[in-house]
């Protein structure tokens, strides 16, 4: 019985991992970059004015 156990231990990990990465991997439903490069565009706009201030 020692030794079913022993090999029912990989076996539970390799379809535990399976799982995981099947998991992992899922397509997800893709947000756009809309509010991150509005974001990038505002710290750019607000870094050039910091830059032009000082010269």
Known sequence: MAALAWL???LVAAVCAGLWGSWANRTRKAR????????????????????????
């Open 8 to 10: 029912l231990i990989p």
């Open 32 to 55: 756009g970059d809309g509010p991150e490069l509005d974001g990038y565009a505002r710290f750019r706009e607000a870094m050039e004015r910091k830059s032009s201030s000082h010269t």
